[in-house]
């Protein structure tokens, strides 16, 4: 048996980011993570994540400041690069920019926005197709999502976490409100608090561990992912999202695309229902024909052949907020519904101070908030 101040479970994006966030702040950690650090059956590799700063709601716009200036010192700090800024665009019947530019106007926080004409956006972005309004804000890019856990875990270590992979969390035993025993194999770590941030793992792993927390429903579900070089790659392209039919979105691959210049596309808002064992990286043909109709109808400067592919997994809520919130010494971290990323260096300093106790949970993202077995909210956040 040996002691911490907090366990996190899982090193995705959130757990990671949550013992880099502790241990720079002094805190004695202890993280397990099931697999190999960096492995693919979840939500957090890959080279590309849209970092961007639209949502039609306060909170997250809020959060996107703060993220944006965590990002600065996070890179400062370790001396890596894993945000490339590239500008970000929406548009599409469906995704209403005058009508988020409205919003935007409106609010305290100032996102730097334009709005500008199909006709114009044609000229600025060659080789995508638009059909009305278009909104273009600077403060957006590309995040490394690999890069970004290693970098969390190699500071976290720095900072002395103890790091244990190919460790799976069986069994936690709680004393009280103010410690648990967490098992793992031939570990047991006594600790204050447990971050539980088990990713697509959670809706098996809480209600099995007889911890009696109830979630909100979430579903998880598996999104596929396709690699398009670009046909004359001068201009750098923008992040994208774009909903007709159906919810696209789009973004510079990194180096998942290959050596060439490529642009990684991929459905938002529709994906088969799985479990994180069920899918193990199999990919299906339709969703491939989908995304390479859209392909050839809107982005005519990518090859219409992809050069890479890959799966990785959602965890849905209904309303598409996250997941931060305590009951006695265990925190759930779940912010997925597919936005996450953007937000993953605030995210470990959020979750952390909810595990030290120094924080009250956002209601917004409670356990048990108000209607959450309902719909998504008309101002709902938004992918990417
Ligand atoms: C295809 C795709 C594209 C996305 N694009 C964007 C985007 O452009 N912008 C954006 O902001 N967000 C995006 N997201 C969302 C973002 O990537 C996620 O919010 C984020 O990766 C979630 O990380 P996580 O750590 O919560 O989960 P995960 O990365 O899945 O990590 C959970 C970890 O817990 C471990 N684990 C589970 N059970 C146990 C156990 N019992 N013991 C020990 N360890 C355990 C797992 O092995 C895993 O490593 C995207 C997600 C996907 C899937």
Same mark, same amino acid.
């Given at each position: 048996?040996?002691?911490?101040?907090?366990?996190?479970?899982?090193?995705?994006?959130?757990?990671?980011?949550?013992?880099?966030?502790?241990?720079?702040?002094?805190?004695?950690?202890?993280?397990?993570?099931?697999?190999?650090?960096?492995?693919?059956?979840?939500?957090?590799?890959?080279?590309?994540?849209?970092?961007?700063?639209?949502?039609?709601?306060?909170?997250?716009?809020?959060?996107?400041?703060?993220?944006?200036?965590?990002?600065?010192?996070?890179?400062?700090?370790?001396?890596?690069?894993?945000?490339?800024?590239?500008?970000?665009?929406?548009?599409?019947?469906?995704?209403?920019?005058?009508?988020?530019?409205?919003?935007?106007?409106?609010?305290?926080?100032?996102?730097?926005?334009?709005?500008?004409?199909?006709?114009?956006?044609?000229?600025?972005?060659?080789?995508?197709?638009?059909?009305?309004?278009?909104?273009?804000?600077?403060?957006?890019?590309?995040?490394?999502?690999?890069?970004?856990?290693?970098?969390?875990?190699?500071?976290?270590?720095?900072?002395?976490?103890?790091?244990?992979?190919?460790?799976?969390?069986?069994?936690?035993?709680?004393?009280?409100?103010?410690?648990?025993?967490?098992?793992?194999?031939?570990?047991?770590? !006594?600790?204050?608090? /447990? %971050?539980? +941030?088990?990713?697509?793992?959670?809706?098996?792993?809480?209600? *099995?561990?007889? =911890? $009696?927390?109830?979630?909100?429903?979430?579903?998880?579900?598996?999104?596929?992912?396709?690699?398009?070089?670009?046909?004359?790659?001068?201009?750098?392209?923008?992040?994208?999202?774009?909903?007709?039919?159906?919810?696209?979105?789009?973004?510079?691959?990194?180096?998942?695309?290959?050596?060439?210049?490529?642009?990684?596309?991929?459905?938002?808002?529709?994906?088969?229902?799985?479990?994180?064992?069920?899918?193990?990286?199999?990919?299906?043909?339709?969703?491939?024909?989908?995304?390479?109709?859209?392909?050839?109808?809107?982005?005519?400067?990518?090859?219409?052949?992809?050069?890479?592919?890959?799966?990785?997994?959602?965890?849905?809520?209904?309303?598409?907020?996250?997941?931060?919130? !305590?009951?006695?010494? /265990? %925190?759930? +971290?779940?912010?997925?519904?597919?936005?996450?990323?953007?937000? *993953?260096?605030? =995210? $470990?300093?959020?979750?952390?101070?909810?595990?030290?106790?120094?924080?009250?949970?956002?209601?917004?993202?409670?356990?048990?908030?108000?209607?959450?077995?309902?719909?998504?909210?008309?101002?709902?956040?938004?992918?990417?």
């Amino acid at each position: 048996m040996t002691d911490a101040e907090v366990v996190v479970v899982g090193a995705g994006l959130t757990g990671a980011s949550t013992a880099w966030a502790l241990a720079r702040d002094g805190v004695s950690v202890v993280l397990f993570e099931a697999h190999r650090f960096g492995h693919t059956l979840g939500s957090s590799h890959g080279s590309s994540r849209i970092f961007r700063r639209i949502y039609r709601d306060p909170l997250y716009l809020r959060m996107t400041a703060q993220a944006q200036r965590m990002w600065t010192d996070l890179q400062d700090e370790s001396g890596t690069s894993l945000l490339q800024w590239t500008g970000g665009i929406d548009h599409g019947r469906m995704r209403d920019p005058e009508g988020i530019a409205a919003f935007l106007a409106e609010q305290p926080e100032k996102v730097p926005h334009e709005l500008v004409s199909a006709r114009e956006a044609e000229d600025r972005w060659p080789g995508m197709c638009f059909t009305g309004p278009v909104l273009f804000h600077p403060d957006a890019g590309t995040i490394d999502a690999d890069a970004t856990v290693t970098t969390f875990l190699t500071e976290a270590g720095r900072h002395g976490t103890r790091l244990l992979p190919e460790t799976p969390v069986e069994r936690i035993d709680v004393h009280g409100d103010t410690a648990v025993t967490v098992h793992a194999g031939e570990e047991s770590v !006594r600790a204050h608090s /447990v %971050v539980l +941030a088990n990713g697509p793992w959670m809706p098996d792993f809480l209600p *099995a561990s007889g =911890l $009696g927390i109830d979630l909100p429903p979430m579903q998880v579900t598996q999104q596929h992912v396709f690699h398009f070089p670009r046909r004359e790659p001068g201009t750098t392209w923008p992040v994208v999202v774009h909903k007709e039919d159906m919810q696209v979105f789009a973004l510079p691959s990194g180096s998942d695309g290959g050596p060439r210049p490529a642009v990684k596309v991929a459905q938002h808002d529709a994906g088969p229902v799985t479990t994180p064992g069920a899918s193990a990286g199999g990919l299906d043909p339709s969703w491939r024909d989908r995304i390479l109709d859209y392909v050839r109808a809107w982005m005519p400067g990518l090859e219409d052949v992809p050069v890479a592919d890959a799966t990785c997994l959602y965890t849905t809520t209904a309303d598409e907020d996250f997941v931060l919130d !305590r009951r006695g010494p /265990v %925190v759930v +971290a779940s912010p997925c519904s597919g936005h996450g990323a953007k937000f *993953a260096p605030l =995210l $470990g300093q959020l979750v952390g101070d909810l595990a030290r106790g120094r924080r009250r949970p956002e209601p917004q993202f409670a356990l048990d908030r108000p209607g959450r077995t309902t719909g998504p909210r008309a101002s709902a956040p938004v992918p990417g």
